[in-house]
């Protein structure tokens, strides 16, 4: 390794100056003009693969050092809490040390009431989904669900209400687009088979549209043409 490399790796701590002192004593001293050099003095010395393999190398040394540390150091602070802690209940008497184990299980409990509850709201919000027609079963419903859930199912439900008049609204836009692009008027076309059209302007519904979707696609799809879309 030339010199100039290596002092570069000590300026940006990659090695310690203990780690340098060794490895310059048998680095390439390049720091030294050549006087047989014909070369240009500005131009920039060719990139070493070896130097930079051992530039990663020793880059990949120091952060495992480093991480090695930090684990050593937060498993000592844990052994320094849990023991504070050993000796904090020792000094306490009877009524004090009964109060906070309780304590501890108290909070142990609202923890875990917590995670049911969690869940319990996690399931509301996917039936509340699949209720408001906004539950197509792809994966993409997961992130509808994180998005709708709140502290409680009424929470819930109001921001599975709130998006769902969002997506229809979304969907009516786009339909009344596609109307228009086809020179069409929203709203004007056959019901399709005798039945309230829910493609159509005046009898627009989402919910009704993902349902027929899912339980009779070719209904749905007659349906669309003729709305005309």
């Known amino acids: 390794m030339k010199l100039t490399k290596l002092k570069e790796l000590l300026k940006s701590g990659a ?23 014909d070369s240009p003095e500005d131009e920039p010395p ?8 051992l530039e990663t190398k020793i880059a990949k ?31 306490m008497t009877a009524e004090e040390l009964r109060q906070v184990e309780l304590q501890e299980k108290e909070d142990e409990l609202a923890r875990q009431q917590a995670e049911i509850q969690m869940e319990k709201n996690r399931m509301h919000a996917i039936k509340a989904l699949k209720k408001a027609g906004l539950d197509d079963g792809s994966e993409e419903t997961l992130d509808l669900v994180e998005f709708v859930l709140g502290k409680d199912e009424p929470a819930i439900d109001l921001r599975v209400k709130a998006l769902q008049k969002f997506a229809q609204r979304v969907a009516k836009n786009t339909t009344d687009g596609i109307y228009k692009a086809n020179g069409r008027t929203p709203g ?4 399709g088979g005798g039945k309230d059209n829910p493609w159509i302007k005046e009898s627009w519904n989402l919910t009704k549209q993902m349902e027929l979707e899912l339980n009779d696609p070719e209904l749905a799809k007659t349906m669309k043409a ?3 879309i």
């Open 61 to 91: 040394a120091v952060q495992s050092a480093v991480d090695r540390a930090t684990n050593k150091l937060g498993n000592e602070n844990k052994l320094l809490k849990d023991k504070l802690e050993k000796t904090r209940k020792e000094k």
């Open 188 to 191: 004007k076309g056959n019901a």
């Open 226 to 228: 003729s709305a005309g």
């Open 15 to 37: 090695v310690t100056q203990e780690e340098y002192d060794e490895m310059s004593k048998t680095a390439e001293d390049d720091t030294k003009a050549d006087p047989t050099d």
């Open 46 to 53: 060719e990139d070493d693969p070896l130097e930079d393999d």
